[in-house]
């Protein structure tokens, strides 16, 4: 099937059943091939084309579903389901998720979820980035990564949203991240997200790693210790963050394409710094107290998965949340990684979402995983 061409982009060709390249209309017979012209007002231009519960058909103006059981000259109908769009100048293929197929709106500030609702008997189109809007800046590439349950979107100004998507629990999470160059493109590969990035010494073709708490990060090793580390030629000039043998040691600068430590280490991980930072949703407080009343955070439980490292500021600034216990190793090493809960006093009154109630802010590199956090509230009454 072929949907679109230069003079024609409102037309399509499927090919005679069993024989891929033959186009040959013949005389309109059921094994024979099928042309024809989405007819609409608005002269659409078919942008891509997914094979989902129907055909399904992306245009400029809208979308559409061919039909047919089985699909013949003769029993063919086309039917126009929504009136989105898709942006003309430039192609983002839309992608399957969960049986939705998720594209970009004309208008580059919205995520479709295009899918089939057995109770109307029809397609919806509903949007994903209602909450999200200041995170979509007109997208030129997607992709979903099954095994993370994250949808990659890669946007116009260089940045990268995500969104942790799970349709049977209708959730999708919407989170921005900016790196110290520009997302250009992403796809998915044996499994492994690959992006696109142009970075001050050119353009490089990195992947997704969730144990490397770096950006543009190498890991590299050595039978014998070692203090001087080459294979950064990527990061060269570039003020990087280290980590030797499991331990956050001082950040140096990358010179003919090495580092040199301080000690001898028989491992390193050298990358670029970032920091991540997570803020709460404004605090739903009971009704009656008015549309923006104070209130003051008492407590923050936090429950976390092997995590070593943790910032957070409840009040007074960003500090260090204790992670060892009693009998942990000596002082001078990274702390083993934590998984529990860890409870935190907060301090002063808040109004309005600009104040949230705790903040986490970190650009260590070690593990943070955080699952859940739970905050006790007195509000002014």
């Not at 998984?339 to 109630?357: H, I």
Request: proline content about 6%; some cysteine; hydrophobic content about 40%.
């Amino acid at each position: 099937m072929i949907g679109g061409s230069r003079d024609l982009p409102n037309a399509l060709w499927f090919s005679r059943s069993g024989t891929f390249f033959d186009f040959d209309e013949g005389e309109g017979l059921d094994d024979e091939a099928i042309a024809f012209r989405l007819a609409a007002n608005d002269d659409p231009a078919i942008r891509a084309m997914v094979s989902g519960h129907n055909l399904q058909v992306f245009t400029s103006v809208g979308e559409w579903v061919v039909t047919g059981d089985p699909l013949t000259p003769t029993n063919l109908q086309v039917e126009q389901q929504s009136r989105i769009g898709s942006p003309r100048d430039r192609q983002v293929p839309p992608i399957n998720v969960d049986g939705a197929t998720l594209f970009v709106a004309r208008n580059g500030r919205e995520i479709r979820e295009f899918v089939y609702t057995s109770i109307e008997d029809a397609y919806q189109a509903a949007d994903l980035a209602l909450l999200a809007r200041h995170l979509v800046v007109d997208p030129v590439d997607q992709a979903f990564d099954q095994s993370r349950r994250l949808f990659l979107l890669v946007m116009a100004d260089g940045s990268l949203a995500t969104i942790a998507i799970y349709r049977n629990a209708d959730i999708a999470a919407w989170s921005l991240q900016e790196t110290d160059g520009r997302f250009l493109s992403v796809a998915i590969l044996d499994g492994q997200a690959l992006l696109l990035v142009a970075r001050t010494n050119g353009v490089f073709i990195e992947r997704l790693d969730d144990s490397l708490l770096l950006d543009s990060g190498r890991r590299l090793s050595s039978p014998q210790p070692s203090q001087l580390w080459e294979g950064c030629d990527h990061l060269e000039g570039q003020e990087v963050a280290v980590v030797a043998d499991e331990q956050v040691v001082e950040q140096t600068t990358v010179t003919g394409g090495a580092i040199l430590l301080a000690a001898p280490a028989r491992s390193v991980v050298v990358g670029l710094p970032y920091k991540h930072v997570i803020e709460p949703m404004p605090a739903v407080l009971a009704a009656g107290r008015g549309q923006d009343p104070a209130y003051r955070p008492i407590r923050v439980s936090l429950r976390l998965l092997a995590t070593q490292s943790l910032h957070i500021d409840t009040g007074g600034g960003l500090r260090d949340l204790p992670l060892r216990t009693v009998g942990d190793a000596a002082m001078d090493s990274s702390p083993a990684p934590f998984t529990g809960d860890r409870s935190v006093r907060a301090l002063g009154w808040r109004r309005g979402a600009e104040q949230p109630p705790w903040r986490i802010e970190q650009t260590t590199p070690l593990p943070c995983t955080l699952l859940s956090v739970t905050t006790e509230v007195k509000v002014n009454s």
